[in-house]
């Protein structure tokens, strides 16, 4: 409880906290121990650890090996698209490596533009400027060909 007084002579006013009940500290033990459990996920929401148990350290396109060190970056691939559908089995997850993963939903983007059905999205294809159709432009020719037949 706080306590307030007026000392007439300097005409400060002091305040002073006084606790009746004395704080318990926790141990950091105690506090680390907290942290962990409030950051546990639900059953069934931690699928990534489970993954790399099933499937291991191995990115399922490229066949990269991983260990402890750079484990973060195999990322989990839901092959029907669908992040809610975890089957205890591991059917629906593929480990994938972020360079992979990315590959895979960019070539889904980019089938998308090119079937039209994309759905409304201005997206932008980068192509080079290269005129011949072979050599490092050619996926650049190709691309900017498709897109001039599908304007008409």
Not at 1 to 24: C, L, W, Y
Not at 74 to 88: I, K
Not at 104 to 129: K, P
């Amino acid at each position: 409880m706080a306590k307030v007084s007026f000392d007439g002579r300097t005409g400060r006013v002091r305040s002073s906290v006084r606790n009746d009940v004395p704080k318990t500290q926790k141990s950091v033990g105690d506090v680390v121990r907290e942290i962990k459990e409030g950051m546990k996920k639900p059953e069934g929401e931690n699928y990534r650890e489970r993954s790399l148990a099933i499937h291991g350290l191995v990115c399922a396109r490229c066949g990269r090996e991983f260990n402890h060190t750079n484990r973060h970056l195999l990322t989990v691939h839901h092959r029907d698209g669908n992040h809610h559908n975890n089957p205890p089995d591991g059917s629906n997850w593929e480990n994938l490596c972020a360079y992979c993963h990315e590959d895979v939903h960019s070539r889904e983007v980019l089938g998308e533009y090119f079937d039209g059905t994309r759905g409304g999205r201005d997206d932008v294809v980068v192509y080079g400027d290269d005129d011949t159709n072979s050599g490092p432009g050619s996926l650049g020719a190709k691309l900017q060909e498709a897109m001039k037949n599908k304007k008409k």
